[in-house]
């Protein structure tokens, strides 16, 4: 079964696809802006927003700092 996830403001939530339960985790230390994005890869969900990088851990339901971003302001992140 696939997730997404979602953030709006500093609320962070995950979608199961297979159910469409929504469930709400804990708040993202970056607030959602047009400057802002999430990206998963595995287990983690990574946000990066004005130079702030943080890692969401879907096992511990926790946010880890990470080190800044030399890139403040983008169009997105991807995955290589």
């Keep these: 079964g696939g997730r997404m996830y979602a953030q709006s403001g500093v609320s962070f939530a995950r979608l199961d696809v297979q159910t469409g ?29 004005g130079g702030l990088f943080f890692r969401f851990d879907s096992v511990s339901s926790s946010w880890e700092a990470l080190e800044n971003s030399p890139v403040t302001a983008f169009a997105g992140m991807t995955y290589d």
């Design 21 to 49: 339960a929504w469930t709400h985790l804990t708040s993202c230390p970056i607030t959602a802006s047009e400057n802002s994005g999430l990206l998963s890869v595995g287990r983690y969900v990574y946000a990066l927003g």
